[in-house]
């Protein structure tokens, strides 16, 4: 069965520090990942996605992923975080079958919070 | 790009009554859409899937009865939270899928509704 895990629940980051959330999956096949942002009270916004290709994924509002199959990995990156950054960040797989194009399992979410 | 609407943005109600929450696609047409549900401070759990013209199908430990799915239209999904009670107090957010297009860009969310049950 596939699953998602965010190990860390909670991360402070000091504003322009670096940022790195984890996410690793678990899926039989190869995985359709994704990174979401979730502002609070306010729907999902996708940061960046992963099929395949190039593993090193750029995303919107500086993001990058790296997506690393011996690991089971897809983290997520920012060099140099901006107060705006605070936010919930959930990691996803999505169905790779085609019929289940569109169905994710979520992780559990990381939330930001960052300092001045 | 894809644009689904979901209304209301955040519904407040007395328990026993019923609430409907909409999804409708602007400009495409969704043969599929998905129904999470968020609790506070926790992830999203995926509901139900909802297929235009049939029945939607449930995931597992979700009640049927109690969260009705209507997709009778290739741009509306419906969700209707049935004897509301304070225990469905929740986020709930809607996916859809494009008709084509396949998993690189055939999907989006909409803005969720909040609703709490008093």
């Known amino acids: 069965a596939q699953s998602v895990t965010q190990p860390d629940i909670h991360i402070t980051v000091s504003e322009g520090a670096s940022l790195e959330l984890r996410c690793n999956y678990s899926y039989g096949a190869t995985p359709y990942l994704f990174w979401y942002v979730q502002s609070p009270g306010q729907g999902l916004q996708l940061l960046l996605k992963?099929?395949?290709?190039?593993?090193l994924v750029q995303g919107i509002k500086g993001f990058e992923a790296e997506f690393k199959r011996s690991q089971s990995s897809f983290n997520l990156r920012k060099p140099s975080v901006h107060w705006s950054d605070a936010a919930e960040y959930f990691c996803a797989v999505g169905a790779s079958a085609t019929d289940s194009w569109g169905k994710f399992q979520f992780g559990a979410g990381t939330q930001v919070v960052v300092t001045p | 790009g894809a644009v689904v609407s979901q209304h209301p943005s955040w519904v407040i109600c007395k328990s026993g009554t019923s609430v409907k929450i909409e999804c409708r696609s602007l400009d495409f047409q969704a043969t599929t859409m998905f129904w999470y549900r968020q609790f506070p401070k926790q992830s999203l759990m995926l509901m139900a899937t909802?297929?235009?013209?049939?029945?939607?199908?449930?995931e597992q430990g979700v009640e049927k009865d109690k969260f009705l799915i209507n997709h009778a239209s290739l741009t509306l999904s419906t969700l209707t939270v049935t004897s509301a009670h304070p225990e469905d107090s929740s986020f709930y957010i809607c996916?859809?899928?494009?008709?084509?297009?396949?998993?690189?860009?055939?999907?989006?969310f909409g803005s969720g509704t909040r609703l709490t049950v008093v």
């Open positions: 996916s859809a899928r494009l008709a084509f297009g396949g998993p690189n860009y055939g999907y989006t």
């Open positions: 992963y099929f395949s290709g190039d593993t």
């Open positions: 909802s297929n235009e013209g049939s029945k939607a199908t449930y």
